[in-house]
């Protein structure tokens, strides 16, 4: 008996779901492309779907900007090296586990790496390397050790003078994140949000098949190397085949080590899965700055995360579990 209503239960909830169908909407948050998917019965329930995710990105957004003078973010820098600033409970999270991947990745991820001083372009206007005067100097101000939280007070305090800190490596992936987990409460029972590569997603597709991303050749991005499937995670990417230059044969990408000042070698894209884009985010970048083989290494150490890095050869590595798909 019981067999037979479970039954009944999976076949009801699968004339649910393909009774749905996918709808997207494309747009511009956080200075960057928003893809959002969600599957729904109709366009008046998608668009309600929408409009929720959209709201909340961009109030994660107030929250976290750097750009915005009345963030709170930004309140932590304008006080670098001065007082100590209180903060919501969320933001204060968010930087303890910001922290925490600071420290799992021996500072290759440093929220901190806003105060580096922008001396490497990547529009192909340099015509040399800077100085390595100039380079150490550039990282005079980064340290992820001199963020000091307080977690009975909720404060957050900068203790260089002219410190900053910034979400560009985590906080597409956290808005993400927070924007499943609302449409989740909703009720939407399935779909997918691409914050430029910062992808989560929840559910199945409408025939039942768990949804799937093509992992991309960065040498030839009109081919791909194979498809892999993803139930109720997030992927992220990041690459270095666009922003790049080149000095004596030697390739120089735009992420930068925030413990040196140097741009990071010998990797061309980075790809994390993990049941968090917020961690993903953060691992895709660290990944490029430890290089290939520490990369790997640590991202085996993890429960439930891998990887596949592309090296500069065009060579494919990948973390233990990892099963590609071929196209």
């Not at 600071?102 to 991820?109: I, M, N, P, R, V």
Request: overall charge positive; charged content about 20%.
């Amino acid at each position: 008996m019981k067999k037979y209503v479970a039954f009944i239960i999976l076949l009801l909830l699968s004339v649910v779901i393909y009774s749905q169908q996918p709808y997207k909407r494309t747009l511009s948050l956080m200075g960057s492309r928003f893809d959002i998917t969600v599957v729904a019965k109709d366009s008046v329930q998608a668009n309600q779907y929408i409009d929720l995710a959209v709201s909340e990105i961009t109030r994660i957004e107030r929250l976290i900007s750097s750009w915005d003078p009345s963030s709170q973010t930004s309140e932590i820098n304008r006080n670098a090296g001065i007082k100590p600033v209180k903060v919501d409970q969320e933001l204060f999270d968010l930087i303890h586990r910001s922290l925490g991947i600071s420290k799992l990745t021996d500072g290759a991820f440093d929220i901190s790496y806003a105060s580096m001083d922008t001396i490497w372009r990547f529009d192909g206007s340099m015509e040399k390397i800077p100085s390595s005067e100039k380079i150490k100097a550039s990282v005079s101000k980064v340290g992820y050790q001199n963020i000091i939280l307080n977690k009975d007070s909720l404060t957050i305090f900068l203790k260089i003078p002219g410190m900053k800190i910034g979400f560009g490596a985590i906080g597409k992936g956290y808005a993400a994140d927070k924007a499943k987990a609302l449409l989740l409460k909703n009720k939407a029972l399935a779909g997918i949000i691409n914050a430029s590569g910062d992808m989560t997603t929840w559910g199945k597709q409408p025939n039942g098949e768990d949804w799937k991303v093509a992992i991309t050749n960065p040498l030839d991005k009109a081919k791909a190397f194979g498809l892999l499937p993803i139930h109720n995670g997030a992927v992220v990417t990041s690459g270095n085949y666009e922003k790049y230059v080149s000095f004596e044969g030697k390739r120089y990408a735009h992420i930068i080590d925030p413990r040196t000042g140097y741009p990071s070698t010998g990797i061309i894209s980075a790809t994390v899965f993990a049941p968090k884009a917020e961690i993903a985010d953060a691992l895709a970048t660290s990944i490029f700055v430890m290089g290939q083989e520490v990369g790997l290494s640590r991202i085996n150490q993890l429960p439930k995360i891998e990887c596949i890095i592309i090296d500069d050869q065009g060579n494919i590595h990948t973390s233990d579990q990892i099963k590609i798909e071929k196209m």
